[in-house]
């Protein structure tokens, strides 16, 4: 017999709770309708221009689709989850691109925060910036 993971889900949350917070801990991305906002918030702290993300210089479009994730989910890095139904169209729409770029960008993000420091150290600095109030 197979696991019924709503079922599993709903007991573990009144039961335990405090495992439920930090199994799905709440991200700062109230909507996704707030990301066009943060686009333009990301384009003034990074000084980039549209071309600028557009053709990913200084991987301007991989640290804003980090940080807008990240925003979205805080754990999506540390696991192999799928990204949240809508997130992924609406980086498309913002960024001017297909989805399945954004979909690489993602694989590509999860490995560069992986590997290189610097590249996490950015991703940090402008998630900061942009969810302090």
Not at 27 to 38: E, K
Not at 55 to 74: C, G, K, S, W, Y
Not at 83 to 91: A, D, H, I, Q, T
């Amino acid at each position: 017999m197979e696991i019924n993971y709503r079922r599993f889900y709903r007991r573990v949350k009144h039961h335990y709770p405090f495992i439920e917070r930090a199994m799905n801990k709440p991200g700062q991305l109230r909507t996704l309708a707030d990301i066009p906002d943060l686009y333009l918030q990301f384009k003034q702290l990074t000084a980039a221009t549209d071309n600028d993300i557009h053709h990913n210089v200084n991987n301007a479009r991989l640290i804003f689709i980090a940080v807008i994730t990240q925003m979205e989910d805080p754990l999506f890095f540390t696991d192999n989850a799928l990204v949240r139904r809508g997130l992924r169209k609406k980086l498309s729409e913002v960024l001017s691109c297909e989805q399945t770029i954004i979909s690489h960008s993602l694989r590509t993000v999860k490995d560069y925060l992986s590997v290189y420091p610097n590249f996490r150290d950015k991703v940090d600095y402008f998630y900061g910036k942009m969810t302090e109030e």
